[in-house]
C-alpha cells in the first residue's frame, strides 16, 4: 500500500518561507501526480499545487508566483517551497497522491496534514 509522510511545516512570520516535503513509501512503481492542498478553519479545502510525474503544474490562485512545486520522482518524494508568506497561508496543509501504482494497483492517498501558521 502507500503511506504519505508530510514534513516541514511550523510557525513563521509573515514574509518569511517554508519548505515542505511529503515522502511516500511503498512498493511504488510510478505516481502520476503529487501535491499539496490547504484548509483553514471553517474553510473547505483548496488546491495548492499539483505536479505531474511528467513535470506539468498546476497552482492555486492565491500562491502563483510565490510558492513552487517540485519532485524527487525516485524518492518518491513532493517538495512545497512556500515563500512571502502571508497570514491567509495559515492552514492545515495535506499532501496528496493520485495514482500511486503498486503491483499494478493504483492508490489515491491524503497524508495526515501539517500545520502551517504565519503571523503578522
Known amino acids: 500500500q502507500v503511506q504519505l509522510v508530510e514534513s516541514g511545516g511550523g510557525r513563521v512570520q509573515a514574509g518569511g518561507s517554508l519548505r515542505l516535503s511529503c515522502v511516500a513509501s511503498?512498493?511504488?512503481?510510478?505516481?502520476?501526480?503529487m501535491g499539496w492542498y490547504r484548509q483553514a478553519p471553517g474553510k473547505q479545502r483548496e488546491l495548492v499545487a499539483i505536479?505531474?510525474?511528467?513535470?506539468?503544474?498546476n497552482y492555486g490562485d492565491s500562491v502563483k508566483g510565490r510558492f513552487s512545486i517540485s519532485r524527487d520522482n525516485a524518492k518518491n518524494t513532493a517538495y512545497l517551497q512556500m515563500n512571502t508568506l502571508k497570514p491567509e497561508d495559515t492552514a492545515v496543509y495535506y499532501c496528496?497522491?493520485?495514482?500511486?501504482?503498486?503491483?499494478?494497483?493504483?492508490?489515491?492517498?491524503w497524508g495526515q496534514g501539517t500545520q502551517v501558521t504565519v503571523s503578522s
Open positions: 511503498g512498493i511504488i512503481s510510478s505516481i502520476n501526480v
Open positions: 496528496n497522491v493520485e495514482r500511486a501504482v503498486v503491483y499494478n494497483i493504483a492508490y489515491n492517498r
Open positions: 505536479m505531474t510525474s511528467g513535470g506539468t503544474t
